[in-house]
């Protein structure tokens, strides 16, 4: 690299003002955690003698958006995807290509250096791969932050699904399950009691909103359907407190990197002398459980629908596919 070229690079680099020529390419230095950029991830990595030399690499290989040079190691990592900042990280050392570049173009500008899908609709028109399955979205009700979303239905009309890797069950003892009909109190059952487990929920990308009675990912046992998040009691008044209550909702969110909005309640949906009883919610917020008492009555989220918000579990980028817009 001739002297010249070193300097412009350098200078690139030192400045985020745009010059008003869009087919200059610049790079901005976005503050993030390391976590969030997984190196490993890297189109190439090797060493380089500074950030010029890496950004300059970086311009070479069409396929590069971001980079990140580590000042220890001397190593320069090139991305094809740009990943997720965090003003609170310590990493200084990332970059990602600017506004106004010829190379990509955008899905939806989230911020001036985002050129990421924010939905799944979005990915129709930036990649090549359309199929349905887990991808890296950048939701705007998110902040922008990287999402593992399913992508169904990628062929007719996307939408947003959230994988559970674990048990999310929501189980209701209505009237059918009366022992002895009009008797509350009982310690036993006619079976079977209604259940419903989601495998996957859907949302609206919109709000991160929860679509409760969206069962496509479910095995559901009885009808009508229970929606996630609710349960049902029928075994008793509320201030029956020695009374079995066999409704019983299981919110497990762990592993999705998202949790149910800590500021959505939960309680008395419906009923008569009905309220939510043994209430548990970790201390993360990924788990929530809850039972229900009524003569009869449901419980559920009472101050709003069940929004998804992130937590701060780390789930590894290789979790999904990232997806970089090209032209
Ligand atoms: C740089 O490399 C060192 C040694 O492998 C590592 O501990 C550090 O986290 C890396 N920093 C960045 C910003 O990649
Ligand atoms: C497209 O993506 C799907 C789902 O991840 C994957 O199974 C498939 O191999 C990909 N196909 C191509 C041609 O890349
Ligand atoms: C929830 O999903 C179901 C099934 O996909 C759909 O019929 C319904 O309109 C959705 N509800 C909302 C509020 O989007």
Known sequence: MNLIAKLLVLFFISTTISPGNTNEIYFTKTKTRLDLVEPSLGIWSG??????QCSFTCLQEPQCVSLLFNETTKLCYLFNVIFDG?????VESYWVINNGNTRFVRCTAISTFHYIPASCIDLLSCAVNTSDGEY?????????????????????????????KNMNSFIEH???????IWQPCRSNLKPPLKEVEFAKIKIRIEDMVVN???????????SPTIKYGETADCNGEKFWDHCPHFGHAMIDTKGTGLIVDPTVVF???WGYETRATD?????DGSEISFSCAGWCGGCGPVSGPIKLVHSVEFISATDAQPIVCHK
């Open 212 to 222: 409760g009675t969206d069962y496509t990912f479910t095995s559901v046992t009885g």
């Open 86 to 90: 965090d003003e609170s990280g310590d």
């Open 174 to 180: 209505d009237d059918s399950n009366w022992e002895i």
């Open 267 to 269: 309680g008395k949906v």
């Open 279 to 283: 209430f548990l919610r970790s201390a």
């Open 136 to 164: 890296w979205i950048y939701p705007i009700a998110a902040n922008g932050r990287r999402t593992k979303i399913f992508c169904h239905d990628m062929a007719t009309g996307p939408s947003h699904f959230i994988t559970l």
């Open 47 to 52: 060493p380089r003698f500074g950030t010029s």
